[in-house]
C-alpha cells in the first residue's frame, strides 16, 4: 500500500533534519565504501596471484633433457641426452592412461617476414595438444592440426602481436610468411594470457620443422597434463615415476639429477591455491568486520535518533497515532536513508576502483573489482540490520507513554 | 448549571498506585468525579497531590487500578494502545505546558497532525487547519516554524492544534505555566470564549488566578478531593 501522506511525512521529517539524515547516511555509505574497496583490493591480489600461473595448464609437466653429472653403466659424465620421436611415443603408449595432453616441443629462432615488414621470432614446433597445454587462444582460423603433422605442411599460427608486427594493413589469415627462406601459409591468429613474449611466437607442426631443419627427428622437450581426476599425492608419484622411467631408458645414475629434468607444476599451484584461500579469508574477515562496524555504527545511530525524537513521538501519539504508525514512520526513514546511502557508497566505491584500479598494478593489484551481487548484498544486508536497529527502539518509542515522553525535557 | 445537559465524564473510585521499589505509592485514593458538558473545571492541589496522575488517567495516557471511568457515555477500560489512540484522537485535545509544537513543522502543519492521524485527505485537512488557525487569530502566521512564534502564539497554535480534531473534552495541563502574566490571561481569555462556544474543558493548574477563571476548582490531596465547588467566574477579558 502506497501511502503518500505517511511518505511525505517522511521526506519532510529528512529534510527538515539534515544533519541526523546526514549522520546516519554517512555511516552506511562509508561502511559500504570501504568494504567494496576493501573487497576490490583483495580481489586485484588474488588475481595477480592467479595471473602468475595462468599461463599454463596447473596439472602440467615439463620433461627437459640435459647434460650427465654422474658416470653410469660405462658412459661417461657430460653426456648429451637427446629426447626423439620415439621417446614421445614411449611415454604415450605407457602412461596413456594417466595422461591427459601430450606434446613434444622442438625450438628454433628465425627471421620472419611479410613484404617489407621483417623481424626475429621463436619458433615452437609442435603436436596439435600444445594448444591445450600452453592454453592457446585461437581467435582467428586454426591452431594445428593431426592433418598438418601427417602432410608436414609448411602452416603456422602466429602470435597476436606477430600479426601486429608484420602485418600492419591487412590481416595476417591465409596470407603467406617467409621464415628463414621458405613460405609458411599462415592458418591461425592466437592470443595467450602468459603476457607479451607468449604472444610473439610462432607454432608450426613438429613434423615439418624436423624434415625441413635438420632432416632428424630430435625433440627438445617433451609437455604433458596428467589426468586432472589425479590427487596432488597421485600426480607427484606419477612424476617420479615418470622420472625413474626415463633414467633406465637413458641409462642415466639414478642419483643424476641433471640428466632429465621433469617439472611438476602440481607442486607450484598448490602453494598458489594455499595463498589464495587464505588470502580469501582474511579479505572475508576484514570484509565481515567492515560490515559488522557498519552494524553497529547505524544501531547506535538509531538509538540516538529514537532518543531525539521521543518527545516528537509523544506528541504525535497524545494526537492520536498508533503505535503501529510510529514504528512505520521511523523504520521507512531510516529504510530510505540507509539504502539511499548504501548505493551512494556503492557508486563511490565502484567508481574509485574503477578510477585508481590500473595504476594500482605496481602494487600487485590487477583489476580490482568486486561482484554487484556481492556490494548489493552487503548493502542490503545493512539496510537490513539498519532497520532491525531501528525497530527496537522505534517499537520501544511507541510503547512509551506519551505523559512521559512529554515530560521529558 | 444546566443539569440536563447530558453527562461528558463520569469518574467513580478510581484508585492508582505506583510501585516505588517493593513499597507502592498510593497516588489516588478513591476519587469521584462527574463533569457535564460545557463546564470549565480547574483541577487543583500541591505537587503530589495527584492532580496530573488524574488528568493522564483521564487523558488515556495512563490507566487506572481500580474503579470506572465513563466518557461520553463510552467505558474506558481495558484498553490497548492502538484503540487507545483512536479514542485520543477522537474525543480528546491536549494541551500542555510546554506546548509540545513539532519543531520542524510550521504553524499550519502542526495544526493538522491530528487531522492526519484521522486518514483525512491532505486538502481538507489544510483547509480545516486553516479555519482553527484563524479561529486563535493566527492565520498570518501560518506558515511559520514555531521558533518564530512568540510563547502567546505557540500556545495558540497548540489550542487550534488541540481543536482541529473537534474533540468532546479538552484537556490543559498547566496551560499558562510557561507565560507571563498578561499572555496567561490572553490565552484563559481564549479558553473562556471556547468555553463559551460549549467546548468543555479541564485545566490543571496550581495558580489561583487562574483556577478562579473557570466555573468550578476540584482540589485534591494526597489522592483525595478535598473541596469541589463551584465558583464566580472571574472573566479574564477585564485584564486583556
Same mark, same amino acid.
Not at chain 1, 574497496?37 to 588475481?47: K, S
Not at chain 1, 591465409?174 to 599462415?186: A, F, P, R, S, T
Not at chain 2, 502542526?110 to 486563535?136: C, D, I, T
Given at each position: 500500500?502506497?501511502d503518500l501522506?505517511?511518505w511525505?511525512?517522511?521526506f519532510? &521529517?529528512i529534510? /527538515?533534519?539534515?544533519?541526523?539524515?546526514?549522520?546516519?547516511?554517512?555511516?552506511v555509505s562509508?561502511?559500504i565504501?570501504l568494504?567494496?574497496l576493501?573487497?576490490?583490493?583483495?580481489?586485484?591480489?588474488?588475481?595477480t596471484?592467479n595471473?602468475?600461473?595462468?599461463?599454463d595448464?596447473q596439472?602440467?609437466?615439463f620433461?627437459?633433457?640435459g /647434460?650427465t653429472t654422474?658416470?653410469?653403466?660405462?658412459f661417461?659424465?657430460?653426456?648429451?641426452?637427446?629426447?626423439?620421436?620415439?621417446?614421445y611415443d614411449?611415454?604415450?603408449?605407457?602412461?596413456?592412461?594417466k595422461?591427459q595432453?601430450?606434446?613434444?616441443r622442438?625450438?628454433k629462432?628465425?627471421t620472419a617476414?611479410?613484404k +617489407?615488414?621483417?623481424?626475429s621470432?621463436s619458433?615452437r614446433?609442435?603436436?596439435?595438444?600444445?594448444q591445450?597445454?600452453?592454453?592457446?587462444?585461437v581467435?582467428?582460423?586454426?591452431?594445428?592440426?593431426?592433418?598438418d603433422?601427417?602432410?608436414?605442411s609448411?602452416?603456422?599460427v602466429?602470435?597476436?602481436l606477430v600479426?601486429e608486427?608484420?602485418?600492419?594493413?591487412?590481416?595476417?589469415?591465409?596470407?603467406?610468411?617467409?621464415l628463414?627462406g621458405?613460405?609458411?601459409?599462415?592458418?591461425?591468429?592466437?592470443r595467450?594470457?602468459?603476457?607479451d +613474449?607468449?604472444?610473439?611466437?610462432?607454432?608450426?607442426p613438429?613434423?615439418?620443422?624436423?624434415k625441413?631443419y635438420?632432416?632428424?627427428?630430435?625433440?627438445?622437450?617433451?609437455?604433458?597434463t596428467?589426468?586432472?581426476?589425479?590427487?596432488?599425492?597421485?600426480?607427484? &608419484?606419477?612424476s617420479?615415476?615418470?622420472? /625413474?622411467?626415463?633414467?633406465?631408458?637413458f641409462d642415466?645414475?639414478?642419483?643424476d639429477?641433471r640428466?632429465v629434468?621433469v617439472?611438476n607444476?602440481?607442486?607450484?599451484?598448490?602453494?598458489?591455491?594455499?595463498?589464495?584461500?587464505v588470502? &580469501?579469508?582474511v579479505v572475508l574477515?576484514?570484509?565481515?568486520g567492515t560490515?559488522?562496524?557498519?552494524?553497529?555504527g547505524?544501531?547506535?545511530?538509531?538509538?540516538?535518533?529514537?532518543?531525539?525524537?521521543t518527545?516528537?513521538?509523544?506528541v504525535?501519539?497524545a494526537?492520536?497515532?498508533?503505535?503501529?504508525?510510529?514504528?512505520?514512520l521511523?523504520?521507512?526513514?531510516?529504510?530510505l536513508?540507509t539504502?539511499?546511502?548504501?548505493?551512494?557508497?556503492?557508486?563511490?566505491?565502484m567508481?574509485?576502483?574503477?578510477?585508481?584500479?590500473?595504476s594500482? /598494478?605496481?602494487?600487485?593489484i590487477?583489476?580490482?573489482?568486486v561482484?554487484?551481487?556481492?556490494?548489493?548484498?552487503?548493502?542490503?544486508s545493512?539496510?537490513?540490520a539498519?532497520?532491525?536497529?531501528?525497530?527496537i527502539?522505534?517499537?520501544?518509542?511507541?510503547r512509551?507513554?506519551?505523559i512521559?515522553?512529554?515530560?521529558?525535557? | 448549571?444546566?443539569?440536563? *445537559?447530558?453527562?461528558m465524564?463520569?469518574?467513580?473510585?478510581?484508585?492508582?498506585?505506583?510501585? *516505588?521499589?517493593?513499597?507502592?505509592?498510593?497516588v489516588?485514593?478513591?476519587?469521584?468525579?462527574?463533569?457535564q458538558a460545557?463546564e470549565?473545571?480547574?483541577?487543583?492541589?500541591s505537587s503530589?497531590s495527584g492532580k496530573?496522575?488524574?488528568l493522564n488517567?483521564?487523558?488515556?495516557l495512563?490507566e487506572?487500578?481500580?474503579?470506572e $471511568?465513563i466518557?461520553?457515555?463510552?467505558?474506558?477500560?481495558?484498553l490497548?494502545e492502538?484503540?487507545?489512540a483512536l $479514542?485520543r484522537?477522537?474525543?480528546?485535545?491536549f494541551?500542555?505546558q510546554?506546548?509540545? #509544537?513539532i519543531?520542524?513543522?510550521?504553524?499550519?502543519?502542526?495544526?493538522s #497532525?491530528?487531522?492526519?492521524?484521522?486518514g483525512?485527505?491532505?486538502k481538507?485537512?489544510?483547509?480545516?487547519?486553516?479555519?482553527h488557525?484563524?479561529?486563535v487569530?493566527l492565520?498570518?502566521?501560518?506558515?511559520?516554524?514555531?521558533n518564530?512564534l512568540?510563547?502567546g502564539?505557540?500556545q495558540?497554535?497548540a489550542?487550534?492544534?488541540?481543536?482541529a480534531a473537534?474533540?468532546?473534552?479538552?484537556?490543559a495541563?498547566?496551560?499558562?505555566?510557561?507565560?507571563?502574566?498578561?499572555?496567561?490571561?490572553?490565552?484563559m481569555d481564549?479558553?473562556?470564549?471556547?468555553?463559551d462556544?460549549?467546548?468543555?474543558?479541564l485545566?490543571?493548574?496550581h495558580?489561583e488566578?487562574?483556577a478562579?477563571?473557570?466555573?468550578?476548582?476540584?482540589?485534591?490531596?494526597?489522592?483525595?478531593?478535598m473541596e469541589?465547588?463551584?465558583?464566580?467566574?472571574?472573566?479574564?477579558?477585564?485584564?486583556?
Amino acid at each position: 500500500m502506497f501511502d503518500l501522506d505517511l511518505w511525505r511525512e517522511i521526506f519532510q &521529517s529528512i529534510s /527538515k533534519n539534515k544533519l541526523r539524515s546526514l549522520l546516519s547516511g554517512f555511516t552506511v555509505s562509508f561502511a559500504i565504501l570501504l568494504f567494496t574497496l576493501l573487497f576490490g583490493i583483495a580481489n586485484g591480489l588474488e588475481n595477480t596471484f592467479n595471473s602468475f600461473f595462468k599461463d599454463d595448464a596447473q596439472n602440467s609437466i615439463f620433461i627437459r633433457p640435459g /647434460k650427465t653429472t654422474k658416470p653410469y653403466k660405462g658412459f661417461k659424465t657430460g653426456r648429451d641426452i637427446q629426447f626423439k620421436n620415439e621417446d614421445y611415443d614411449y611415454l604415450k603408449e605407457n602412461f596413456g592412461d594417466k595422461v591427459q595432453y601430450i606434446t613434444s616441443r622442438v625450438y628454433k629462432n628465425l627471421t620472419a617476414s611479410y613484404k +617489407n615488414e621483417k623481424s626475429s621470432y621463436s619458433i615452437r614446433a609442435v603436436h596439435p595438444d600444445h594448444q591445450y597445454l600452453e592454453k592457446t587462444l585461437v581467435y582467428d582460423g586454426r591452431y594445428i592440426s593431426a592433418k598438418d603433422l601427417q602432410e608436414s605442411s609448411k602452416v603456422v599460427v602466429i602470435g597476436k602481436l606477430v600479426e601486429e608486427d608484420l602485418f600492419t594493413k591487412t590481416l595476417a589469415l591465409g596470407k603467406y610468411i617467409n621464415l628463414g627462406g621458405i613460405q609458411y601459409k599462415v592458418v591461425g591468429v592466437y592470443r595467450d594470457d602468459g603476457g607479451d +613474449n607468449e604472444e610473439r611466437m610462432i607454432y608450426m607442426p613438429i613434423t615439418t620443422a624436423q624434415k625441413i631443419y635438420g632432416n632428424n627427428d630430435y625433440v627438445d622437450q617433451i609437455n604433458l597434463t596428467y589426468n586432472p581426476a589425479m590427487d596432488y599425492d597421485e600426480a607427484l &608419484s606419477f612424476s617420479t615415476l615418470l622420472t /625413474k622411467k626415463l633414467k633406465d631408458r637413458f641409462d642415466i645414475s639414478p642419483k643424476d639429477q641433471r640428466a632429465v629434468r621433469v617439472r611438476n607444476m602440481a607442486e607450484a599451484s598448490k602453494n598458489v591455491n594455499l595463498m589464495t584461500i587464505v588470502i &580469501s579469508g582474511v579479505v572475508l574477515f576484514i570484509g565481515f568486520g567492515t560490515l559488522m562496524a557498519g552494524v553497529v555504527g547505524i544501531a547506535n545511530i538509531m538509538i540516538f535518533v529514537v532518543k531525539e525524537r521521543t518527545k516528537e513521538l509523544g506528541v504525535r501519539k497524545a494526537l492520536g497515532a498508533s503505535p503501529r504508525s510510529i514504528v512505520m514512520l521511523i523504520m521507512l526513514e531510516t529504510i530510505l536513508i540507509t539504502s539511499l546511502a548504501g548505493y551512494l557508497g556503492l557508486l563511490v566505491g565502484m567508481g574509485t576502483l574503477e578510477l585508481i584500479g590500473d595504476s594500482l /598494478k605496481y602494487y600487485f593489484i590487477t583489476d580490482p573489482s568486486v561482484s554487484t551481487n556481492l556490494i548489493i548484498g552487503a548493502t542490503v544486508s545493512l539496510v537490513l540490520a539498519g532497520a532491525i536497529a531501528g525497530y527496537i527502539p522505534a517499537k520501544r518509542a511507541a510503547r512509551i507513554k506519551p505523559i512521559v515522553a512529554l515530560r521529558d525535557e | 448549571m444546566n443539569q440536563y *445537559i447530558n453527562q461528558m465524564l463520569e469518574i467513580k473510585k478510581l484508585h492508582k498506585s505506583y510501585p *516505588i521499589g517493593k513499597e507502592s505509592l498510593h497516588v489516588l485514593k478513591g476519587i469521584d468525579l462527574s463533569v457535564q458538558a460545557g463546564e470549565l473545571v480547574a483541577i487543583m492541589g500541591s505537587s503530589g497531590s495527584g492532580k496530573s496522575t488524574l488528568l493522564n488517567i483521564i487523558g488515556m495516557l495512563d490507566e487506572a487500578d481500580e474503579g470506572e $471511568y465513563i466518557l461520553d457515555d463510552v467505558p474506558i477500560k481495558n484498553l490497548n494502545e492502538k484503540k487507545a489512540a483512536l $479514542y485520543r484522537n477522537k474525543f480528546l485535545g491536549f494541551i500542555f505546558q510546554s506546548f509540545n #509544537l513539532i519543531t520542524y513543522k510550521n504553524a499550519l502543519e502542526n495544526v493538522s #497532525l491530528p487531522l492526519y492521524y484521522q486518514g483525512m485527505g491532505r486538502k481538507e485537512r489544510q483547509e480545516k487547519a486553516m479555519f482553527h488557525l484563524g479561529k486563535v487569530g493566527l492565520t498570518d502566521w501560518a506558515k511559520h516554524l514555531p521558533n518564530e512564534l512568540s510563547g502567546g502564539q505557540k500556545q495558540r497554535v497548540a489550542i487550534a492544534r488541540a481543536l482541529a480534531a473537534q474533540p468532546k473534552l479538552l484537556l490543559a495541563d498547566e496551560p499558562t505555566g510557561a507565560l507571563d502574566t498578561t499572555t496567561s490571561y490572553e490565552i484563559m481569555d481564549f479558553i473562556q470564549e471556547l468555553n463559551d462556544e460549549g467546548k468543555t474543558i479541564l485545566i490543571v493548574t496550581h495558580e489561583e488566578d487562574i483556577a478562579n477563571m473557570c466555573k468550578r476548582i476540584v482540589r485534591l490531596k494526597d489522592g483525595v478531593i478535598m473541596e469541589d465547588e463551584f465558583v464566580n467566574q472571574v472573566r479574564a477579558s477585564q485584564y486583556v
